[in-house]
């Protein structure tokens, strides 16, 4: 049977996440679902269906990117529907329980779904007369293989939110008919939740049988799963919630920016702006600005620029394109990075006539081999990794902390950084430099090329620095 509506998912694989817009055949009216900032995709699919948009709902407060709420509703009328217990600071409508938005042919309905967060509210999809339950946008309550953490708002809420986040899965979620389709927010890339799957989609019945959360068990042991193997989460995450709820700036598109000439570039430097080098790493490797920050575009920029960043820095960009500025401008404004003061027009080349560049020393593996004893070699990828096999001798310090945490590394003996293959150890690098560190050195290809050349890695639950 045709249901009498569609939806169009837009994922985010940098962050993780899913935006959805629904649309109703019959009336031509459509309802945006947790979107992000750049509110232009929305708003050209939505055209291009001959859809009206009359409403922009958020699940939650989220904390990894500017909800597009306010965006959409600037530029289509759209009502802005949250829970009512977000108590944003700006014009919308509270949603509860009791809350119910009818497109004629269907509704869509409220469900309180705390857990992931303390307001946390799902949306339910019922037939015209409300009974018939057929898809359920779920935001972090319920997602494929897991739910949401409940560790964003701090220690103190953890357990609180655990136990919600029982209840709502296990005394509302899972007394949906198991035909319900399940279009979650967060999703495999997501730091807002430990890896589950790679699926974006599921459903009520598949989630029964096969999710580690939805199985029969206390509270007590519900608690514990949920909270295994939870990874740490980009820096960025504590601002997001309070600008959500206050309502970030209203930006009225992607900013164009503005090309700055290298001695212009080198003037605001002075003035505390930083340079963000979105280059490939064995570009930036190559020749960089000096004291420039390295996050090549599909790091994904948006999670480390976050992660290592101070957030509110002013930023001039330098890519290799004009199309590279552009997208990682889009990246940008979508974790609240607003203040992009412009781009290095002529790229590196212009910097080089004019002022000095640095470069980054790389290690072949077999190099790294008879090297190891001279060298200290860091290994910068996710605990998770690291257990599952490294280098002998190898020290662990997660790459998205080196920006924050107190360094232990000596300063006079040559540090060589190794991730998987080189993106974040060159990110750890260019975070390094700009924290003092000159002996620098990358490995090419990281452990992956190491053990390709069929190179020995061991296993350990004990590396020998651990945050």
């Not at 509704?107 to 799902?122: C, D, F, L, N």
């Not at 939740?193 to 959360?213: C, F, Q, W, Y």
């Not at 990246?331 to 980054?360: F, K, N």
């Not at 993106?423 to 620098?440: D, E, H, T």
């Amino acid at each position: 049977m045709k249901t009498p509506y569609f939806i169009e998912p837009f994922v985010d694989t940098g962050l993780g996440n899913s935006a959805y817009l629904i649309g109703s055949h019959d009336t031509k009216k459509g309802i945006l679902i947790d979107p992000l900032r750049d509110a232009d995709r929305y708003l050209h699919t939505a055209s291009q269906l001959g859809l009206t948009l009359t409403h922009v709902l958020d699940t939650h407060l989220h904390a990894d990117f500017i909800s597009g709420n306010r965006e959409i509703a600037r530029q289509t009328n759209a009502v802005i529907g949250a829970s009512a217990e977000a108590r944003l600071g700006f014009d919308h409508n509270p949603l509860d329980e009791h809350s119910v938005i009818d497109l004629g042919a269907f509704q869509i309905r409220v469900m309180t779904t705390p857990g992931h967060s303390p307001e946390h509210v799902s949306y339910l999809v019922t037939d015209a007369d409300g009974k018939t339950p057929s898809a359920l946008f779920s935001g972090g309550a319920l997602i494929v293989g897991g739910a949401a953490r409940t560790d964003l708002l701090g220690h103190e809420h953890t357990h609180a939110l655990a136990h919600d986040l029982y209840h709502t899965i296990h005394d509302k979620l899972l007394k949906l008919p198991d035909e319900a389709d399940v279009f979650p927010t967060h999703g495999a890339g997501s730091f807002c939740v430990a890896p589950a799957s790679n699926d974006r989609t599921t459903t009520i019945g598949h989630e029964r049988k096969t999710n580690h959360l939805a199985q029969q068990m206390s509270e007590e042991e519900f608690i514990k799963r949920s909270l295994l193997n939870l990874p740490a989460y980009p820096t960025y995450y504590k601002y997001m919630r309070g600008l959500n709820q206050r309502g970030a700036k209203i930006l009225g598109g992607v900013p164009i920016l503005k090309p700055l000439t290298a001695s212009e570039v080198k003037s605001l430097m002075d003035d505390g702006v930083v340079v963000l080098d979105i280059r490939h790493q064995k570009e930036f490797g190559a020749g960089h600005v000096p004291n420039s920050f390295g996050i090549r575009m599909d790091a994904p920029l948006n999670v480390w620029a976050g992660w290592v960043i101070p957030f509110g820095s002013r930023i001039i960009l330098l890519g290799a394109n004009q199309n590279e500025v552009s997208e990682a401008t889009r990246q940008l404004i979508r974790i609240g990075y607003d203040d992009l003061v412009g781009y290095l027009d002529g790229g590196i080349e212009s910097w080089a006539r004019e002022y000095p560049v640095e470069t980054v020393r790389s290690l072949s593996p077999k190099e790294l081999k008879e090297q190891l004893n001279d060298v200290t070699l860091i290994d910068v990828r996710r605990l998770s990794e690291w257990e599952s096999g490294h280098i002998a001798g190898a020290i662990h310090f997660e790459g998205g902390r080196i920006a924050w945490e107190e360094l232990p590394f000596a300063k006079n003996k040559p540090l060589a950084i190794q991730c998987a293959s080189g993106n974040r150890s060159m990110i750890a690098i260019s975070v390094l430099k700009r924290r003092g560190f000159r002996n620098l050195i990358q490995v090419d290809g990281g452990i992956n090329k190491w053990k390709m050349n069929g190179f020995e890695v061991m296993q350990d639950k004990m590396p020998l620095i651990r945050i």
